[in-house]
């Protein structure tokens, strides 16, 4: 298996060729079926010079699914795939992402919350929407559905992120670098191999390859890439956003440390009461 290349091909069809239990981590943000029609103005219109983000929601799910399930094959056990969706409408009813997820091989693990502080659509139809969804997806070992601890070096982050979509990119809807970094630098703890199967702009290849990493991505337009190559190359002019994210994964105590002084002060308000 060759890695650090970019296949520019469908997703599904790439994926098949893949071998099972070559890849440790995936982080993507797939086309959202928008069937964009209206602006709201606030943000950019997603177009991708390629692909036409509209077909039935019925296949779109079923193409997800097959995706999901086939980068479940390509992954070992013990890893992880994290999945940028969001809430979508359709005559007025909500569509959610776990309408499909939980028709996949995959352990939901946790719902992450990206608050990015701006509304797509500045329509009244209901609260201003701010929000995106990441899904952490897990593959158990020997069917364990709970897996390792996070290290401790984590504990200052919950599950709300919050931070402003990417405006520097010319890419239609490009992560911002920081995401792929926070999710490599907190689940994968030796050098591993990470997939995007919809790499776009090639975020997540920046990131695995700053952060010692491999990376195999996926994209349909030749254009982007060709741009996610190029940019690859050069990643290190992006080392300072790298940094600046790595400063946040740094806590005093460990988990257990925690717990432990949270038991002692407990113990020393039991002693207090009886002295009462
Ligand atoms: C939301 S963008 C991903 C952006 C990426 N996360 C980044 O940081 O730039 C989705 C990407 O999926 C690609 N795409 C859409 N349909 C595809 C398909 N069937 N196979 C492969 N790529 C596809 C589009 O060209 C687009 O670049």
Redesign the pocket.
């Known amino acids: 298996m060759i890695f650090n290349q970019i296949f520019c091909?469908?997703?599904?069809?790439?994926l098949k060729t893949l071998p099972s239990n070559c890849v440790d981590l995936g982080?993507?943000?797939?086309?959202?079926n928008k069937r964009e029609k209206n602006n709201g103005g606030l943000v950019k219109k997603?177009i991708?010079?390629?692909?036409k983000?509209s077909v039935p929601e019925r296949k779109y799910q079923s193409?997800q699914v097959q995706v999901l399930n086939e980068i479940y094959r390509a992954t070992k056990e013990g890893g992880s795939f994290f999945y940028?969706h969001k809430l979508r409408y359709l005559n007025g009813q909500m569509i959610h992402p776990m309408d499909w997820l939980r028709k996949t091989d995959w352990l939901l693990k946790q719902e992450i919350i990206w608050d990015r502080t701006i509304a797509a659509n500045i329509r009244g139809w209901r609260f201003w929407q701010v929000e995106e969804r990441i899904y952490w997806l897990y593959k158990p070992i020997n069917k364990q559905a709970i897996g390792k601890e996070l290290n401790s070096k984590h504990a200052k982050l919950t599950s709300i992120w919050r931070a402003a979509p990417?405006n520097h990119?010319p890419?239609?809807?490009?992560?911002p670098l920081w995401l792929?970094t926070r999710i490599i630098l907190s689940v994968l703890n030796q050098r591993g191999v990470v997939l995007?199967?919809?790499?776009?702009?090639?975020?997540?290849g920046v990131a695995a390859k700053l952060l010692g990493h491999d990376y195999l991505g996926?994209?349909?337009?030749k254009n982007?890439c060709a741009d996610?190559k190029q940019r690859i190359e050069q990643a290190h002019l992006e080392q300072d956003i790298i940094d600046r994210e790595k400063a946040l994964h740094v806590v005093s105590k460990t988990y257990q440390e925690r717990k432990e002084s949270k038991r002692l002060k407990s113990l020393e308000y039991t002693v207090l009461d009886t002295n009462l």
């Open positions: 091909s469908d997703t599904l069809k790439t982080i993507t943000s797939p086309p959202y997603v991708y010079s390629t692909y983000d193409n940028n990417e990119n890419h239609p809807a490009p992560f792929p995007d199967p919809y790499i776009g702009s090639g975020t997540v996926i994209d349909i337009d982007y996610a």
